[in-house]
């Protein structure tokens, strides 16, 4: 905390950056092998086991394993599991909305990303959980491409707020807005401060230099945004029983723009067409 009551973000240097994003892009490529393999009879412990041999055989550590108490891979969430489902013995069936949370570590430093897919594809998917995905997945580019130098993270939950209503007022639903769940700081561990709300808050919030790196995750429901945890002590599920979706990203603001370190891409096809200069790290 500064003196004035500002939270600080540590500015990190260009090759403690280029670090981050080699952990990224492991993340972003185990997400992006799951994709496929999130198939129709597949257990969400048998996804667990992929995303560890992947990240351990390309160099890395699965952080969640580093978290006290948690020892899989992924979080692995489906209908109304909001974020935290424990990988095991369920069998994935066509439509099921399955949110996929991952994060590793290489050489000390971390990633962290998710995504939320339909088993099946969108196809097979209700077509109201369908865009609730789409809608949570727009939120968090918004949220992205609100990331300047100098600005503050209320620009970041602001832009994903107004996403999400934006989207819903198009729609005729009131999405729920996740409170009790927001992203945060990462780098030499996986959860660093200072919280990265997806709304706007009140009072004074972190300034966002060049060199900052953050997780931004927006969780957004199809009812309301009340939850509760799960007798297991970590699934944390909707408390009306409707929809959620979750999407993740882990992005740093560089001297050329923004990189999104856990996408294949660094953020190219989705922040160029809303104007963002976009960095390399690669």
Known sequence: MSLFGRERLPSRTPDELRAMRVAGLLVGRTLAMLREEAREGVSTGRLDELAETFIRDHGGIPNFQLVPGYSHTLCTSI????????????????GDLLSIDCGAEVQGWNGDAAMTVVVGGDDAGDPAQVRLSEVTRRSLWAGIAALRPGGDLNDVGGAVEDSIVADGRDDGIDYGIVEDYTGHGIGESMHLPPS???????????????????????????????????????????????????????????????????????????????????????
Do not use: K
């Open 196 to 282: 990265v709300c997806n709304y706007r808050v009140r009072g004074r919030v972190a300034r966002t230099p060049v060199g900052a790196t953050l997780a931004i995750e927006p969780m957004v429901t199809l009812g309301d945004q009340a939850n509760h945890v799960l007798p297991d002590d970590w699934t944390v599920v909707t408390s009306d029983g409707l929809a959620a979706a979750h999407w993740e990203h882990s992005v740093a603001l560089t001297e050329d723009g923004v990189v999104v370190l856990t996408a294949l891409d660094q953020g190219h096809s989705e922040l160029v067409p809303r104007g963002v200069a976009v960095g390399s790290l690669d």
């Open 79 to 94: 209908g109304s599991q909001i974020v935290h489902g424990i990988p095991g013995e369920r069998v994935l069936a066509p």
